[in-house]
């Protein structure tokens, strides 16, 4: 599976979107980009997942650029309750294991 | 059930004491998962069932740690002669087909004294 690459932390403020990108040189092409977001004592739980392009649900956007290299997480207006880790992950949309790093630390403050 | 529900949430074993963890999936998933995260990590894999079968045991770090998944729901998962360093938060989760819709468990966190 690619190896992922995403800031160990980062800081915002209620009200303001936060941008979370992740670096994944060597995606393969049958692999998907996924993200899952984990509050302390609790299991990850799925965010969004993409291939190419752009993709929006009612929690988050996903861009993609054409060469799939990398990925951002865009977490629109974000409030004390997104303070979590999340990780983003990539590998077959058929593959029998997720693979995480060690998550970007999102902190947000009023 | 509405979620992965494991049991127990935490566990306090004496060092080389036997445990075991329980995990209830999600009604007709037939995926099921075992991950272990290690404080200030990202969870790791362990082992991998389809229905009964385990069909993906590679992350298993000793021939201490045993899986079982007898009648396809319910799974359990044992560590012999716990160690230290097995102290972590087992996570198990559930999707109804391979590769897709993962809901996880809250995890069992277990310490070894």
């Known amino acids: 599976l690619a190896k992922t690459t995403q800031p160990i932390s980062m800081d915002s403020y209620e009200g303001q979107e936060v941008n979370i990108t992740c670096s994944h040189n060597?995606?393969?092409?049958?692999?998907?980009i996924t993200w899952y977001q984990q509050f302390p004592s609790q299991g990850p739980r799925f965010i969004i997942q993409?291939?190419?392009t752009k993709v929006t649900n009612e929690v988050a956007s996903l861009f993609i650029p054409a060469d799939r290299k990398s990925s951002t997480l865009s977490l629109p207006r974000v409030s004390l309750s997104d303070t979590a880790v999340y990780y983003c992950?990539?590998?077959?949309?058929?593959?029998?294991?997720?693979?995480f790093g060690t998550g970007t630390q999102l902190k947000v403050e009023l | 059930g509405a979620g992965v529900s494991q049991s127990p949430r935490y566990k306090v074993a004496k060092r080389g004491q036997d445990v075991a963890l329980r995990c209830d999936p999600i009604?007709?998933?037939?995926?099921l998962f075992w991950y272990q995260q290690a404080l200030g990590q990202g969870p790791e894999f362990l082992t991998y069932?389809?229905?009964?079968?385990?069909?993906?045991k590679s992350g298993l770090p000793s021939d201490r740690f045993f899986a079982e998944r007898p009648e396809g729901s319910v799974s359990t998962l044992k560590i012999q002669r716990t160690q230290q360093e097995d102290s972590a938060v087992y996570l198990c989760?559930?999707?109804?087909?391979?590769?897709?819709?993962?809901?996880f468990g809250s995890g069992t966190r277990l310490t070894v004294v």
């Open positions: 993409g291939y190419k």
């Open positions: 989760a559930s999707s109804p087909e391979l590769g897709y819709g993962y809901t």
């Open positions: 060597n995606i393969a092409t049958n692999d998907y």
């Open positions: 992950l990539v590998g077959a949309g058929g593959g029998n294991k997720l693979t």
């Open positions: 069932f389809q229905n009964e079968a385990q069909l993906d």
């Open positions: 009604s007709g998933h037939v995926s």
